[in-house]
């Protein structure tokens, strides 16, 4: 049996603009990184502002380390002519934590539903194309608890098993805040848990 998947794909920063053009009609797409919905509206904000003669802005955002939520709106085009389409591209490319929007400037001729189809799939394709992918882990958090006496096994078992501390306070009373890859975690845990006189304590996160 295979391991769960304990990476994910993202955009490392806001693409640049992108422009595709249909008898017409304009295009423009951008691609954000976001981790909130409310990042979604306050991107989604901003290119209102920015195109406040447009006609459409229609998106689409996966968010979740696990790609577990996504949403996908036509905002008053044709029913899963632009949003799906977008979403589909974030499908394609294997990215979450991600908002693509393309704001339509109509030019006077209907492109029709498959004409919509392909543009907003074309301009969401090369908003991603226009951003860094990026591969990140998925990290569970733990905090290990121990008397200083202890320093030595703790800090031997971190060096053997590659651990990245994240923060520490050495004292009479030690505390080290540590970060493991998903699929290694159970085993560290296991590791930790079995040590004498160390403790160990999963750190819950929002994802």
Partial sequence: MSEARDTYNTIEKPSSEVLYKDRGSKFYGYAFPVTTEQGVKN?????????FNARHWCYAWQLGKSYERYRANDDGEP??????????????????????????????????????????RQTAQLAIEASKIV??????????????????????????????????RLELNCEIQIS????????????????????????????
């Fill in 135 to 168: 591969e990140r882990t998925i990290d569970i958090e733990f905090v290990i608890t121990f008397d200083y006496p202890e320093m030595n096994t703790a800090m031997r078992i971190i060096k053997e098993e590659k651990i990245q501390v994240i923060e520490q």
């Fill in 79 to 120: 029913s899963n002519s632009a949003g799906m389409p977008i979403y589909g591209q974030l499908q394609s490319f294997d990215l979450t934590n991600v908002l693509v929007v393309v704001v339509r400037y109509f030019g006077g001729t209907k492109l029709g539903v498959g004409g919509l189809i392909q543009a907003y």
């Fill in 43 to 51: 991107h989604l904000e901003q290119l209102r502002k920015q195109h």
């Fill in 180 to 207: 493991v890859r998903k699929n290694d975690a159970e085993r560290v845990e296991k590791i930790f848990q079995n040590t004498y006189k160390i403790e160990i304590k999963k750190v819950e996160i929002d994802d």
